[in-house]
Every structure is written in C-alpha cells, then in structure tokens.
C-alpha cells in the first residue's frame, strides 16, 4: 500500500509539471530569447523568491553562474534573496518590505531584467521590487502559483504553476530556473 501511495504521489506531481509546463512553454521560450538577447546588450537577470522560493532565486542565479552542462562564461545573474543580515537589520526597523529594492536599485538600470518567484501569499518587499524594476525600466518576469492574485505591478512574462502545494511550487519553480538557463544557453551558445 505505501508503495501504490507514493507512485500516485509521482504520478500527480508529474501531470501537474506537465501541465504547467506543456501549457506555457512559449511563454518560456520567449522569456529566455529576452534573457539571451539583454545578455548581447550586457544587461543582468536579477531574481527574488518570497519564502521558500528564495532559495529557488539562488539556485537559478548558481545555474547562471556557473553551468550546467558544459564549460562557459558565466552569465550575469544576481539573486537579491541571500542578504540575511540586511534583512534582520531592515526588520528590526520595520523596513522588511524594502529588502530587495535596497540592493536591486544600487545594481540596477534601464533594460536589465528581473525575473519573480511568488510563494502565493502577500510579499510587500517582492511587489516594493517590481514596482521599482518597473519605474527603473527593466522587464519583469513572474513565476506565481495559478491561484495568486497579483497585486504588484503587471508583468510582461507571467509564467503559472499549476498547484497550490508549496512543495510542488518550488520544485516547479527550481525546474523553471533550470529549464530558463539552459534555453539561455542554447541561445547563446548555440548548443
């Protein structure tokens, strides 16, 4: 019984990647052509994930900087979600909603790109971020759960994952972060 257990488990969690994927990959597709062609033009890819999908931020900028299946450049993309000591200081001031404006405006300019990851809950500091991506002139880019309603500033690239599980949601939005790089790569590099 376990066993039959776990297999539904996979099975389910795989249609759900399926679906999420199958139904927007050209969303994705043109997100990556954006990402390879502001590369050409040196701008940066900078990330932010609210919660858990912070991680999911570093990860994706590790898989940018570093390389995934063959030696390369390293490509410049910056996760704005590892600063824990800015956060503690920006929270024990009651700034928390400010943590990833602070460094993305220090970086930033005019046609860089900002790519989002959204936990589904209310994010004041990503939502600050966008607004500032927005005003600074750089595309946006948003991986949110199906059921989240946006309340930060349109996005030019939405990409929605089918799923209210917050475990399902990162594994969708580390396999995004992948799947963005390496078709970064092929663009790029013509692999």
Known sequence: MPQTKLLDALQRHAEMIRLTFEAQAGELV???QMVAGGFHRESRLFLAGSGNLGRAADLTEAYFL??????????PAYSLSHDQALAASL??????????TRQFLLMATKGDLLLLFADGTHDPALEN??????????TTALV??????????????????RSDNTGEIVEAALLFGRLLCE?????????
């Open 183 to 191: 078709l970064v790569e092929r663009e790029l590099f013509g692999i």
């Open 66 to 75: 570093d390389q995934l299946h063959f030696e390369r450049p390293q490509l």
């Open 91 to 100: 929270d024990r001031h009651g700034r928390l909603g400010e943590l990833f």
């Open 30 to 32: 043109r997100l990556a």
């Open 129 to 138: 971020l966008a607004q500032a991506a927005v005003d600074t002139g750089c």
């Open 144 to 161: 949110q759960p199906e059921k989240l309603d946006w309340t930060g500033p349109p996005v030019e690239f939405c990409f929605q994952v």
